[in-house]
């Protein structure tokens, strides 16, 4: 069974994984997830995790003795991917997220402050994670993301596992609309060719719509899309 080690001083952060369709697969034993308290292995008499940083600076840096003590503990033998959710690691994507499905276990080490003592990152992780190009006050909300994301491909947690190969970045590009009943809403109806069962003309419309949602929204997997089908990008992308 895939287990999650999530290693944090904020456990209750991680109650969010309860629901949904994550929470009925924790639930049923499809995947495991622990969340294990930084806190509980700091040597200091206050449980103190944090302290100021060498050369000055603003804010505090995770102390490295604790989560060292933490990770040894939980994965003394290093069979987990370990990963520190860090806003200077690689960005999570798509192929990111298909790698990581393979490991059996992973270790997700959450930061705060303003951030880990390196050491701890030199000595015990394999690979920094960011979620995005921005900066949040902790790293639980991005080992959300992760987990959520990863467990996705884990067979019997989602309905269909056939949901997969029809969403966006699948084939690069971005998913197509979706539409259900009614038929009309506020003026506004379901496109024709979704309704007349012809899967065929169905086709043709969603993969022209991924394209052009993929051209709006996001040019960098556009131009991705071009190389691939080795389309000039000059004469496409305005």
């Known amino acids: 069974m895939k287990k999650f080690d999530v290693l944090t001083i904020f456990t209750e952060q991680f109650e969010l994984l309860k629901s949904s369709v994550i929470g009925k697969a924790l639930k049923e034993k499809v995947f495991e997830v622990a969340v294990h308290d930084i806190r509980d292995y700091s040597l200091n008499k206050h449980k ?6 060498f050369g000055g600076g603003a804010g505090m840096v995770m102390t490295p003795q604790p989560i060292h003590d933490a990770i040894l503990a939980v994965d003394s033998e290093h069979a987990c991917r370990r990963i520190y959710m860090s806003p200077r690691g690689r960005v999570l994507d798509h192929e990111t997220v298909k790698r ?3 490991e059996e276990r992973i270790l997700i080490l959450c930061g705060n402050y303003e951030g880990i003592d390196q050491r701890v990152i030199d ?9 995005g190009d921005y900066v949040l006050t902790g790293g639980e909300l991005p080992a959300l993301v992760l987990i959520n994301a990863v467990s996705r491909y884990i067979p019997g947690v989602l309905g269909s596992m056939e949901s997969l190969n029809e969403e966006s970045f699948t084939d690069g590009l971005l998913e197509y609309p979706h539409y259900t009943r009614p038929q009309s809403f506020e003026g506004l109806s379901v496109p024709e060719v979704l309704v007349n069962g012809n899967h065929k003309e169905i086709n043709k419309f969603r993969a022209e719509r991924m394209i052009e949602i ?18 000039n990008e000059k004469k496409e992308i305005k």
Do not use: H
């Open 48 to 53: 103190k995790c944090d302290d100021a940083p």
């Open 100 to 102: 990581l499905a393979e």
């Open 123 to 131: 000595l015990d992780i394999d690979e920094e994670i960011s979620i």
């Open 214 to 231: 993929t051209r709006k929204n996001r040019k960098d997997l556009y131009r991705k899309y071009l190389r691939k089908l080795k389309i």
